[in-house]
Nanobody, 123 residues
Framework: QVQLSESGGGLVQAGDSLRLSCAAS????????LGWFRQAPGEEREFVAW????????YYGDSMKGRATISRDNAKNTVYLQMNSLKPEDTALYYC????????????????WGQGTQVTVSS
């Protein structure tokens, strides 16, 4: 089992920055990856970024490419999502998710999910 806990969301203005955190615990060892997804009301869950837990390789979706940076702190078992130049359309519930094995863009490939943290961007 893997437990994930997101934090760092909030209400900000357009152009502001936020850093989300995802603390992982449990069976996080071995080849694995952690992804960030977001979901706005009435929309499908959307891929934001993933990071390979072992080698640090990253990949970004189109939605926040150039405005987001995913990183990890292995000592703290925590992954971060730094988001800059936020826009109202970035408003969503942001989730982190964990998978043993290869990273993926597809939500269905991830085995464990956090409860989400709300990001609201006002214009």
């Amino acid at each position: 089992q893997v437990q994930l806990s997101e934090s760092g969301g909030g209400l900000v203005q357009a152009g502001d920055s936020l850093r989300l955190s995802c603390a992982a615990s449990g069976r996080t060892f071995g080849s694995s990856a952690l992804g960030w997804f977001r979901q706005a009301p009435g929309e499908e869950r959307e891929f934001v970024a993933w990071i390979n837990w072992n080698n640090g390789r990253t990949y970004y979706g189109d939605s926040m490419k150039g405005r987001a940076t995913i990183s990890r702190d292995n000592a703290k078992n925590t992954v971060y999502l730094q988001m800059n130049s936020l826009k109202p359309e970035d408003t969503a519930l942001y989730y982190c998710a964990f998978v043993h094995g290869f990273p993926s863009l597809r939500p269905k490939d991830y085995e464990y999910w956090g409860q989400g943290t709300q990001v609201t961007v006002s214009s």
